[in-house]
């Protein structure tokens, strides 16, 4: 091979290095937009963005019974949107932290959203597992969704974590299945409500005062209606003036499961 073919095959070669380098650099920026920290003696969980140094989320978890769960650094290997645990139960939203250990929901008895262990669920905040680190549904797919593979997960038991904001929440034990009250899947019974109060409503008359928000009704198992009812976001108004038909946007997140419900009406104004 000739002195210039070298050259030229070494420049290639070079480039080449360099494009995997920068690509591998880009990669990494992008996985280390968070790190995850758990305690195993508070079992609590903080998501940490990595440039403004803030927290992105905190949650409760369960971590192995007795310290079960590995301490150290690692980082995350895949995820999986049910996977099989120990015992013959299913997670839903895995995330593999090291070997077997993972991020996962509170188990299910089956691969499906209605076969949570309902036992299990009121463990959460306290240690519960064989090792693996247990979450809410909310949470462990707020993990699965936003944490890239290669993401930094470190855990131990002296770094103080700050408390979630959102509360710990129970759930009746009568049956040992049911749902878990965080899983968005549209037929989870924990949905808040939110309704027209009478249907009569949809008319207004001309000139009459008009709230929106007053014709309307929430609920949720966990939180209070009055509080519900400030959460509230309405997007668009009525003139009452003018008689017309009138679209109004009702969105509702209730702070205690997270879970979204949304309503449209259509308002008429008439004239007396």
């Not at 290095?17 to 280390?32: C, D, F, I, N, Q």
């Not at 927290?55 to 895949?78: F, L, V």
């Not at 597992?129 to 593979?149: E, F, P, Q």
């Amino acid at each position: 091979m000739s002195m210039k073919k070298k050259a030229i095959l070494l420049v290639v070669l070079l480039a080449a290095v360099w494009m995997g380098s920068a690509l591998h650099r880009k990669v990494e920026a992008y996985t280390a937009s968070y790190t995850i920290y758990v305690n195993r003696k508070t079992n609590i969980v903080n998501v940490v963005n990595n440039k403004t140094k803030k927290i992105a989320r905190a949650m409760y978890c369960s971590t192995g019974i007795n310290y079960r769960t590995i301490q150290g650094t690692y980082r995350t290997k895949e995820k999986l949107r049910w996977h099989a645990l120990y015992g013959g139960v299913y997670g839903q939203y895995c995330t593999r932290i090291s070997g077997a250990y993972l991020f996962h929901s509170v188990p299910y008895f089956s691969v499906s959203n209605k076969k949570v262990e309902t036992k299990e669920y009121n463990k959460l905040g306290r240690q519960a597992s064989k090792g693996c680190v247990r979450l809410a549904v909310v949470d462990a797919k707020w993990i699965y969704n936003n944490c890239r593979t290669g993401t930094t997960v470190v855990i131990g038991d002296n770094r103080k974590l700050a408390t979630p904001k959102r509360k710990l929440l129970k759930i009746s034990t009568k049956k040992s299945a049911g749902w878990d009250p965080t899983d968005p899947n549209p037929a989870n019974p924990y949905y808040p409500k939110l309704k027209l109060a009478k249907r009569s409503y949809k008319t207004v008359i001309k000139g009459t005062d008009f709230d929106p928000r007053s014709v309307i009704t929430v609920s949720s198992k966990f939180t209070d209606p009055d509080l519900l009812l400030s959460k509230v976001r309405v997007t668009g108004s009525v003139d009452t003036s003018k008689p017309g038909s009138y679209k109004v946007k009702y969105t509702l997140k209730d702070p205690a499961t997270e879970l979204k419900k949304t309503l449209k009406v259509t308002f008429t104004v008439v004239n007396p």
